[in-house]
């Protein structure tokens, strides 16, 4: 089984420019999430979607951050403008229910943001 | 506040040595606890994941306990490898209405030879 698909892996950017990340999750889970992990910290929920609606998106900076999960397979999240502090891993994670009702979580490599 | 809590926040071990991960939450009421193991420059991977009514769940070398009355959870490696070099991450799930998954911090685990 495939698992959760993350590209690009690495991304330098300078402030004020804008960046792309795509996730492809495990064919047949409804659920993906977007995770923020700084270095040093936990992961941090930034969007929730079951299919291609959203559960929760409480904690997504929308002034810059946006994401989208067209068909309710494949998700972009997209930052524009970058600021300095959204240097961190992007993680993308898929579950074939909700993973906090004791779904199973599975989680792709990440893509690593600087942003200069 | 719902939070979890890890301890140490790094630690160095010897090969072949057991070594016990630490996590206190204050999340109420749960529904079950999950820890994972973060290899530098990868995505988090399931260990265990116990419901609220277990008390120990074992993957393999790993050892997970949970205590539900005093909110706390330990995670026991024993003979430890290189290989179990990573950050070891607890998740608690919230559930009072909505579930909602809350991690902690980490703990960053070196085993030198």
């Known amino acids: 089984e495939a698992g959760v698909a993350q590209s690009p892996r690495y991304k330098i950017i300078e402030k004020r420019q804008s960046v792309a990340f795509w996730c492809n999750p495990i064919?047949?889970?409804?659920?993906l999430y977007w995770y923020q992990q700084i270095l040093g910290q936990g992961p941090k929920l930034l969007i929730q979607?079951?299919?291609?609606?959203?559960?929760?998106d409480s904690q997504l900076p929308k002034d810059r951050f946006s994401a989208e999960r067209l068909k309710g397979v494949d998700s972009t999240l997209k930052i524009q403008p970058a600021k300095l502090e959204d240097s961190a891993v992007y993680l993308c994670?898929?579950?074939?229910?909700?993973?906090?009702?004791?779904?199973?979580?599975?989680f792709g490599e990440g893509s690593r943001l600087t942003v200069l | 506040k719902n939070q979890v809590e890890q301890s140490p926040q790094s630690l160095i071990i010897l090969e072949g040595k057991n070594c016990t991960l630490q996590?206190?939450?204050?999340?109420?009421?749960?529904?079950?606890l999950r820890w994972y193991k973060q290899d530098t420059g990868r995505g988090p991977v399931s260990l265990t994941i116990?419901?609220?009514?277990?008390n120990t769940k074992s993957n393999g070398r790993y050892t997970a306990t949970l205590d539900a009355d005093t909110k706390q959870s330990s995670l026991h490696i024993t003979a430890s490898q290189l290989s179990d070099s990573a950050s070891y991450i607890c998740?608690?799930?919230?559930?009072?209405?909505?579930?909602?998954?809350?991690f902690g911090a980490g703990t960053r685990l070196a085993v030198h030879p």
């Open positions: 994670a898929s579950s074939k229910d909700r993973a906090e009702n004791t779904g199973e979580l599975f």
């Open positions: 064919s047949g889970h409804a659920t």
């Open positions: 979607f079951q299919n291609n609606g959203v559960v929760d």
């Open positions: 996590c206190n939450y204050t999340v109420s009421p749960f529904s079950n």
């Open positions: 116990m419901t609220f009514s277990e």
């Open positions: 998740v608690v799930t919230f559930s009072g209405g909505y579930n909602k998954l809350i």
